[in-house]
């Protein structure tokens, strides 16, 4: 899809025409979710999400399912993490204004965090592809936050932490789960040191035998750590095949039926069960990068 809402939408529209899928797993991020989710609806096509975090992805649908917990609560957990465990009074948030989950997590960690006695001292915004935040970083030190609150994807979230350290602003910076992955430490370096996240998934958390057996194959295959991204996609295509098998039947319908009936299912990333709405019910877990590598600090149940 290149991370293009209208290549997303052409991409399912071929799958269900010409394809004749049953299922389709995907895609990973909200705004090409939302943006193809209208023609699994209308088809009647069952479509499971790995990390669409965005409330809005599965809003009034019958068909569009997620694996992954939703941005309000990652925005309560994250603005909870902030004034309890940081003991920040003050937050700047610096997000990407044309990516749906940026914008939906920042409007949930701002809710949260100025309900919960906080005060957002500073706003700033970007978008997707831009690489020299001076002017946003320069905005913010102004302000002297407690914290930096930073709702965005690791290649972003990498390079503002390079500039903020260059330009003397050493705060806390949070984030969300789409920084997880080995390409922050890759580019960020030290600077992403001591980065905290609400995050799907570490691999010191694993604890089921699908999971330990998933872990081993995927070391195995890749020679790399499985990241948050890649334990999420496996649960979302071992949550359809265990609807499949469940409905005894591949007619798209009797999947949906059997996917909405998943309770206690023991995943990759922890046990999912699936509410009518089409969320995932499921802990979360907190992460930091510590020594070049991500951390797992703890989980915190929904």
């Given at each position: ?39 699994a ?18 809003q ?25 465990n ?8 610096i997000?990407d ?10 409007t ?64 806390p ?58 334990a ?30 998943t ?10 069960t ?13 992460n ?15």
């Open positions: 899809t290149k991370s293009d809402k209208v290549d997303a939408a052409n991409a399912m529209s071929r799958l269900i025409e010409r394809e004749k899928v049953v299922a389709v797993l995907g895609e990973m991020i909200s705004g090409d979710t939302i943006a193809a989710s209208d023609y609806e209308r088809a009647k096509i069952p479509m499971i999400s790995p990390t669409a975090t965005n409330p809005i992805v599965t009034g649908k019958k068909f569009v399912f997620r694996v992954c917990f939703i941005d309000p609560e990652q925005g309560r957990v994250g603005a909870k993490l902030a004034r309890e940081l003991k920040a009074k003050t937050a700047a948030i997000y204004i044309s990516q749906d989950y940026c914008v939906g997590l920042k949930f960690f701002q809710r949260d965090f100025v309900k919960s006695g906080g005060k957002i001292v500073s706003e700033t915004m970007f978008k997707t592809g831009d690489r020299d935040f001076t002017p946003q970083l320069s905005r913010i030190k102004s302000m002297n936050p407690d914290v930096i609150y930073a709702p965005i994807y690791y290649t972003e979230c990498a390079l503002i932490a390079k500039q903020a350290r260059e330009m003397g602003l050493d705060v910076i949070l984030a969300g789960d789409g920084v997880q992955a080995p390409e922050l430490m890759q580019l960020g370096g030290k600077d992403v040191e001591g980065l905290y996240f609400t995050a799907h998934f570490h691999e010191d958390m694993v604890d089921t035998p699908l999971a330990k057996k998933f872990l081993e194959m995927c070391k195995k295959d890749t020679g790399v750590e499985l990241d948050s991204f890649a999420q996609a496996g649960d979302a295509y071992f949550v359809l095949v265990d609807a499949i098998k469940r409905a005894g039947s591949t007619d798209p319908e009797k999947i949906r039926d059997a996917i909405v009936q309770k206690d299912f023991q995943g990759v990333t922890g046990k999912i699936m509410k009518p709405d089409g969320n995932a019910e499921k802990a979360m877990v907190i930091k990068v510590k020594d070049g590598k991500f951390v797992y600090v703890t989980t915190i149940m929904p």
